[in-house]
C-alpha cells in the first residue's frame, strides 16, 4: 500500500479507534485515516471517499460490524475488510463469521498481532519469506506468477491439477510443514475447480482458514459468486487479469499473518 492509500476505522471505543490509528501511522505514517464509531457513518464515509482498507470492531453500536463488509462486497468487491473481534478463533473453525469479510484478527492477539497483520497489507515490500502451493494450468501464467512471487522471497511449489497438488499434502501436519498459503486459478485441467482443493484442505485435512490461509484468482465479477467461494473456506479472491501489485499484497498479508498464529501457538 503506497503513502497516499487511506483506511477506514470502525470502533465505539474512542481509546480503541486512537490505538488503531496510531498503530496505522507508526507502520505507514502518510496513510490519511478515517476514523468513525457505527456503521451508519463508515457506510457514509464509503459513499464520499475512497478508502483502500477498513478495519472494524465486530459490534457497533447501531448494527454488527459484518453490515460494513456487505456494502463493501455490494459496492467495492475486493476492497479489503478486516474485523477485530474478542471470538474469532473458535467462531472461524465453526464458520459462523460473515464470509464478506477479507480476515479477521482475535482481540487476545493485541495490539502487537494487530501490527503484525496490518503491516503486510500497509507494507507489502517489507520483505517476507513464505512457501506457497500453486496451481495453475496456464504455462504461460504460470511462469510469469511464479517469477513475480520468487522475486518477492517466496519459494514457489508449482502444480496443475488439484490431483497433482493432493500428492503435495496428503496429511495435515505435511501440508503445514510445506505451505504457507495455497494460491490457485479458480478453473483448472479436467474439468476441475479450485473448490475441490478447498473442500480437501478444508474437510479432509481440517485445516481452517487461519492455518492454511487460500487465495483464489477469478475472473467472476458476480457478487453471490465470490461470496460463495469465500463462504466455502477462501480467505481472499483476487480479480483477473490479475494486478500484481494486489496480488503480492494479498500473499504476503495472508503468509505474514498464519505465520504469526503458527509461531503464537508452538
Known amino acids: 500500500m503506497n503513502e497516499s492509500q487511506k483506511v477506514l476505522i470502525a470502533d465505539s471505543s474512542k481509546l480503541a479507534r486512537r490505538l488503531t490509528e496510531k498503530l496505522v501511522k507508526k507502520i505507514a505514517p502518510y496513510t490519511d485515516v478515517f476514523s468513525v464509531s457505527s456503521v451508519e457513518q463508515a457506510i457514509e464515509k464509503l459513499k464520499s471517499n475512497r478508502v483502500d482498507l477498513i478495519i472494524s470492531a465486530l459490534r457497533l453500536p447501531d448494527d454488527d460490524g459484518t453490515k460494513i463488509c456487505e456494502y463493501v462486497r455490494e459496492n467495492h468487491h475486493y476492497l479489503p475488510v478486516i474485523i477485530v473481534s474478542g471470538d474469532v478463533?473458535?467462531?472461524?473453525?465453526?464458520?459462523m463469521l460473515?464470509?464478506?469479510?477479507?480476515?479477521?484478527i482475535d482481540k487476545a492477539a493485541g495490539q502487537k498481532g494487530l501490527e503484525i497483520f496490518l503491516r503486510g497489507l500497509l507494507r507489502p515490500d517489507d520483505e517476507i519469506n513464505g512457501k506457497i502451493l500453486y496451481i495453475e494450468d496456464s504455462a504461460v501464467v504460470a511462469h510469469a506468477t511464479k517469477k513475480l512471487l520468487q522475486n518477492h522471497h517466496l519459494e514457489i511449489t508449482h502444480k496443475v491439477s488439484v490431483t497433482d497438488a493432493k500428492t503435495e499434502a496428503l496429511e495435515s501436519q505435511v501440508a503445514l510443514e510445506k505451505f504457507d498459503l495455497v494460491l490457485t486459478d479458480y478453473y483448472l485441467k479436467n474439468n476441475e475447480t479450485a473448490l475441490e482443493i478447498l473442500d480437501y484442505f478444508r474437510n479432509d485435512l481440517g485445516l481452517d482458514k487461519i492455518e492454511m490461509p487460500f487465495v483464489i484468482m477469478t475472473g467472476d465479477e458476480n457478487t453471490e459468486n465470490q461470496k460463495q467461494i469465500l463462504n466455502l473456506g477462501a480467505n481472499d479472491l483476487i480479480g483477473k487479469p490479475v494486478n500484481q501489485e494486489a496480488l503480492v499484497k494479498k500473499i504476503k498479508f495472508q503468509v505474514r499473518f498464519t505465520q504469526f498464529h503458527r509461531q503464537k501457538n508452538e
Open 89 to 95: 478463533d473458535s467462531r472461524l473453525q465453526d464458520r
Open 98 to 104: 460473515s464470509s464478506d469479510v477479507t480476515d479477521y
